[in-house]
């Protein structure tokens, strides 16, 4: 049974830096494309980040510069560095990891960017 557990959500201040992380239970990691997507009340799921298994990374235009997604095959563990945060990038996190026609969710962690 693949399970997906998000950790590092919280409250930070404009400008802060949280590391979000995602580690993965289950026969599955190192051959599927992993990555971060968020959600706020009342809008679709967006894609953040991900990470290809052979590493390309992609970004929404939103973070770009600002966050940065890495993975760790042996850890089975994906990370979302979140640098120079602004009051927008409040959300709910959700990890996934997919290798169509399989994809499975974490089940999300509170980002609150206030002051």
């Known amino acids: 049974q693949v399970q997906l557990v998000e950790s590092g959500g919280g409250l930070v201040q404009p400008g802060g830096s949280l590391r979000l992380s995602c580690a993965v239970s289950?026969?599955?990691?190192?051959?599927?494309?992993v990555g971060w997507y968020r959600q706020t009340p009342g809008s679709q799921r967006e894609l953040v980040a991900d990470i290809t298994v052979g590493g390309r990374t992609n970004y929404a235009d939103s973070v770009k510069g600002r966050f940065a997604i890495s993975r760790d095959n042996g850890l089975k563990t994906v990370y979302l560095q979140m640098n120079s945060l602004k009051p927008e990038d409040t959300a709910v996190y959700y990890c996934n990891i997919k290798r169509p026609p399989e994809s499975y969710w974490g089940q999300g962690t509170q980002v609150t960017v206030s002051s």
């Open positions: 289950g026969s599955i990691f190192s051959d599927y494309t």
